[in-house]
């Protein structure tokens, strides 16, 4: 199959379009001309200059493709107006679809996220048949919803095939923008405090989400939604496991929603002045105490997908992210990385020249 | 192919300097001066050796343009400069030319450009007696400066006017300097430098002292001469104009000479200015010398008190408060000079006039004084707090070596080995403490083994983390200067000398005023076929931080990866407290202390060897932005500190800007309006939103959820 990926240069979108490669599918990157290309580095893919935001560019890039994979969008807690979060990505969406099936594409993988779906208070697994609240949500899940819900309402037609797939806590190597997810853990080394905080989330490995957005293609049902994560954790534990995965002291501290927001609030203050991204934003504390826990019980049977431990997504992230230029050197002369770290490295030879 | 720098020399033994005083017009003793002081034979002497006739010779004179106001007495009188000129062009010597390069006020002062400031301070670009001269501009025409690698100024340029002259003549003014006592010829020179943002580069990017040690050693300056007619005296030093008769030139064919002279008369000890002292130890005097004239100290002088001097040198650790207050206390005249921001002018106008009378008002003393050391613990306080707590935000120290790498036989690096092997077998038999660390007392120094194996390919790490390397990547390394001394056939370094800078150690000395380790090393490096060693053995400590700091860092192939070991040999010097507080009576807690200290040092040092294995820099610390100062824009003028201050400070005069637009809107300003038939106008209510508020309602709103969510928690915690 030839699959175009919007956001190919990104940190999932450049490890679908390794994922497509290693299945002996050929692969068109949509990229846009500033564009970081250091993650496609070596990678046998064809580039198409466009922009999800132009959509005179898009039909020219999906001709002659099967698959189309929309995973471009913002990830930010940080700096990005909620109104243009969202309207850029319901209007990508959108442009998306008219031009695949204007270029006569078959099948259409959206890269969602998990958190459309909501989350508990309790210690609740949820799939995908709970709706998700979008009460004093962040807007960064607003868009997300807001871009699935459109999406789904313009294939309704049946012209594209649309499937959505909708990871978790996604982390990992070759994150080159260091998202979200990876700077949960790059913020945890940093913070003096080691502070850890309320609630839990589904840690996922970003090669096993690449893996599951093929598998979405080959098998996934038209209209269906399939959620695809990793193990289900508290935070405390998470950060248990980066200490001990990184020889760092803690956590030392717990934190609990007042002493989150006021801290982050804090910490936005701070970054005005120094200009660094701030270790976390009054956005993310807002799901400080919630549990973002899923189940890929339904991707697992329908697709064949696989998750990976939360430890080994870890392992897989920290091992690259410490040779990273995300962690600072005065960081990494703190770390004493363990055995698996080493192991992971010298099994997957990966390489560190970063 | 860029021209080198004409190297000429006049002969040791016939080097003289001339005081001359007296009533005669400035003119006159300029003259007589000149002629005692050997300038036509030194002159002479270097035409021969370039081998030029006398209308070829390219003779450049640096005055000192530090002016800000027009015959004001902090620079060169400028008919002294021309008289000058006139007299070596009576000599045959007219190829002559003015040069200087534009000095740190060009940072907030308009008008500094070279040409501009020679005009406005009275340079006629044509002498009394109608010979013309060029004023050069020693930012331009740059070109390699030829600085050895163990120079502090390696890879910087310099303009080729001063290079390619064939004779160069320091003319500075005799005047104080807050933080120097005295500011003459060795001040002076540093002017040619050619950056724009002096203080930033030349000051705080590189040490001034290395600075100027390097510029002299790299180009010869062949005349000095001083102008003492009028001089400037008193605690304010460069930043006012306070002048005093003291009726004399001095001059001589040796710069240091001339500023010794210069320093005696103002019955000041030589050494008293921190450039000067490093120039005189460094390089020194020559070993005869003549001075010519009476060095008894000039009537009425007044120098800098020691209490100006010292807060003054304090102060001036943080580029932001010398910045600060070398544009906010400088006495200006602003209709030559405007200010090229409000800020700058305004303070100005506010402060400059307290201090007029330093001398004479002890509450504008003490308030200087004071003002001084707040802002010198200001930037005590932060280093500390990066020191302890945040280093990627300090600044990496590019030195010079504090030793000559010549200096060195093939018998001392050779005797480094065998001067360590022994600290081995006593390890050997050292059972490790409580964490794993073999350490023991030898002569008040702490000898100690750490060693781990890196489970990676030996080949590969060897490959990729240089052992010449390895000491500079022990841990708090936060700069230095290093030259290969000898290769091998591999062209690996085998010899070297090294100069490290490590931050205070144990990290929390910074609380009690512990210095930065600053060391000199050889170091002998062995390449074996399973093993690469490298040892090294402390020469010089600069600030004497260190009695012992020697050592062997081992790369071995093991079956498990590579073995790393270092073994080394330390006495740090401690500040006044421990020296008082002496723990030595207290040895669990000492012993505790010393191996905690030790084990973290090195398990980072560790670190940093593998940081380098996954080809990252282990190196702590930002390096200075070598562009600062170089653009246009006023923003590129201020230090990076200013900048995100002033973001802040724009930030929050929006929001009170909005806040009090939207006062004035709530207090009867109509929204929209539409006029119907009848012309009645219909006002609708002003629907328009306001950032400020919002965002504090929505900062207060989230807070109060958070809140209740965590009361809510405890609640249902607290039910059965």
């Known amino acids: 199959m030839r699959a175009l990926v919007t956001g190919a240069n990104g940190f999932i979108g450049s490890h679908v379009v390794q994922a497509l490669l290693a299945k002996g599918h050929s692969v068109r990157a949509l990229i846009r001309p500033t564009s970081d290309l250091r993650s496609l580095e070596g990678l046998n ?9 132009q959509p005179a560019t898009l039909t020219a890039a999906m001709e002659g493709c099967e698959w189309v994979f929309h995973v471009a969008g913002v990830f930010s807690y940080w700096r990005q ?7 850029e990505a319901k209007e990508g969406v959108k442009h998306v679809i008219t031009a695949a099936k204007a270029a006569g594409v078959c099948r259409m993988v959206l890269t969602s996220s998990s958190v459309v779906f909501g989350s508990t208070g309790q210690q609740r697994i949820l799939d995908e048949a709970h709706p998700g609240s979008i009460e004093s949500a962040p807007a960064y899940v607003l868009a997300k919803k807001g871009q699935v819900d459109a999406a789904f309402e313009m294939a309704k037609d049946g012209i594209v095939e649309l499937v959505s797939v909708h990871p978790t806590v996604v982390v990992g190597g070759h994150d080159y923008g260091l998202t979200e997810s990876n700077h949960h853990i790059v913020s945890y080394l940093q913070d003096l405090f080691k502070t850890s905080w309320i609630g839990g989330c589904n840690i996922a490995s970003v090669q096993d989400v690449a893996e599951g957005h093929v598998l979405a293609a080959e098998n996934g049902r038209s209209g269906e939604r399939y959620l695809l994560g990793g193990e289900n954790l508290e935070w405390q534990a998470i950060h248990q496991l980066i200490s001990s995965l990184t020889g760092m002291p803690g956590p030392y501290l717990k934190v609990y929603h007042t002493a989150a927001y006021l801290a982050s609030a804090l910490q936005e203050a701070l970054s005005l002045l120094t200009n660094d991204r701030p270790i976390s934003t009054r956005e ?13 019980q339904k991707a697992a049977e329908e697709l064949g997908y696989v998750g990976r431990p939360a430890k080994a997504a870890l392992i897989e992230a920290i091992s690259w992210l410490a040779a990273s230029e995300h962690v600072s050197p005065s960081i990494r002369s703190q770390m004493e990385l363990s055995p698996e770290i080493y192991a992971h490295r010298q099994s997957f030879g990966m390489s560190l020249k970063n | 192919m860029a021209k080198r720098a004409l190297k000429t020399q006049t002969i040791p033994g016939t080097v003289s300097c001339s005081i001359k005083t007296g009533r005669e017009p400035a003119v006159q003793l300029l003259q007589a001066a000149l002629q005692e002081g050997g300038l036509w034979e030194a002159l002479e002497l270097v035409r021969g050796q370039c081998c030029v006739e006398r209308p070829d010779m390219a003779i450049l004179i640096k005055p000192d343009l530090e002016l800000f106001d027009c015959g004001a007495t902090t620079g060169t009188d400028p008919r002294l400069v021309e008289h000058l000129i006139d007299l070596l062009h009576e000599q045959g010597y007219t190829k002559v030319a003015v040069a200087d390069a534009e000095g740190a006020s060009g940072q907030w002062l308009e008008n500094r450009e070279v040409m501009v400031l020679a005009d406005l301070c009275g340079y006629q670009f044509c002498t009394p007696n109608g010979n013309e001269y060029e004023v050069l501009d020693l930012g331009e025409s740059l070109m390699d ?21 064939h004779f160069r003549i320091v003319f500075s003014k005799n005047k104080t300097d807050q933080a120097q006592c005295f500011a003459l010829g060795l001040n002076n020179l540093l002017g040619i430098l050619p950056l724009r943002a002096k203080t930033y580069h030349y000051h705080h990017r590189l040490p001034q002292n290395e600075v100027v040690v390097g510029l002299l050693e790299r180009t010869e300056v062949h005349f000095a001469i001083i102008d003492a007619y009028w001089s400037n005296h008193g605690s304010q030093g460069t930043l006012r104009s306070n002048p005093i008769a003291t009726h004399t030139i001095i001059a001589g064919n040796h710069l240091l000479l001339a500023d010794w002279a210069a320093a005696l008369k103002m019955g000041l000890d030589p050494y008293a200015s921190q450039l000067n002292a490093a120039a005189l130890r460094k390089i020194g005097l020559p070993k005869s010398y003549q001075l010519y004239g009476d060095l008894s100290p000039y009537p009425g002088w007044k120098n800098v008190p020691i209490h100006v001097r010292e807060s003054t040198r304090k102060r001036n650790e943080s580029l932001l408060s010398q910045r600060l207050a070398e544009a906010w206390l400088l006495q200006v005249n602003t209709s030559l000079f405007p200010f090229k921001n409000i800020l700058d002018g305004q303070i100005n106008n506010l402060l400059s006039p307290l201090t007029t009378d330093l001398d004479d008002h002890p509450m504008a003393f003490w308030g200087m004084v004071t003002l001084n050391y707040l802002l010198a613990g200001a930037q005590h306080f932060q280093e500390t707090w990066q020191i302890l707590y945040d280093k990627d935000r300090l600044y990496r120290k590019a030195v010079a070596l504090n030793v000559n790498p010549n200096s060195f036989s093939t018998e001392d690096f050779e005797e480094v080995e065998s001067y360590i092997l022994p600290f081995c077998n006593i390890l050997k038999h050292t059972p490790p403490d409580r964490n794993g660390l073999c350490w023991r007392y030898l002569d008040d120094s702490v000898l100690f083994e750490y060693s781990k194996i890196i489970p990676v390919p030996y080949s590969d790490f060897v490959e990729r983390v240089d052992i010449s390397r390895a000491v500079e990547m022990m841990y708090d390394n936060i700069g230095g200067a290093r030259q290969a001394v000898k290769h091998d056939g591999k062209q690996r370094t085998i010899y070297q000398v090294e100069r490290d800078i490590y931050l205070p150690q144990p990290n929390w000395m910074a609380l009690f005023g512990g210095e930065y380790i600053d060391v000199d090393k050889i170091e002998v490096i062995r390449y074996g076929f399973s093993q690469q060693q490298i040892f090294w053995r402390t020469v010089h400590s600069a600030n004497n931080s260190a009695t012992f700091d020697d050592g062997m860092v081992t790369f071995a192939k093991d079956p498990g990866g590579v073995r790393v070991s270092i073994v080394a040999r330390q006495k740090f010097a401690l500040p006044l407290f421990w020296q008082v507080f002496n723990i030595d009576y207290l ?5 505790a202390l010393v191996s905690d200290s030790y084990i973290r040092f090195f398990s980072r040092t560790m670190a940093n060897f593998e940081a380098s294995y996954e080809g990252r820099s282990p190196l702590v610390g930002k390096a200075f932005d070598m562009a600062f100062g170089e653009g246009h824009g006023p923003s590129s003028m201020l230090p990076p500190e200013i900048d995100k201050l002033k973001g802040l400070l724009n930030m929050l005069s929006g929001l009170v800007e909005k806040l009090v637009n939207s006062s004035r809107q709530a207090s009867g300003q109509p929204g929209s309006w539409q ?17 400020a508020t ?15 969510k965590d009361i809510n928690l405890l609640n249902n915690q607290n039910q059965p």
């Open chain 1, 45 to 53: 893919v064809e580039m198409a200059i466009g922009d999800i935001q």
């Open chain 1, 81 to 87: 107006p909620p109104e243009q979060l969202i309207g």
């Open chain 1, 284 to 296: 993310q504390a807002k799901m400080v105490g919630n549990y973002y826990w899923y189940s890929h």
């Open chain 2, 145 to 165: 400066g030829g600085f050895p690698e163990g120079s502090a100024l390696r890879n910087s340029e310099v303009s080729s006017h001063w290079l390619q002259a």
């Open chain 2, 587 to 591: 040895p669990k807690v000492k012993d």
């Open chain 2, 675 to 691: 006029q119907d038939d009848l012309g009645y106008r219909h006002f609708s209510p002003s629907t328009e939103s306001n950032p």
């Open chain 2, 694 to 708: 919002d965002a504090l309602r929505q900062l207060f709103g989230e807070l109060a959820t958070a809140a209740k």
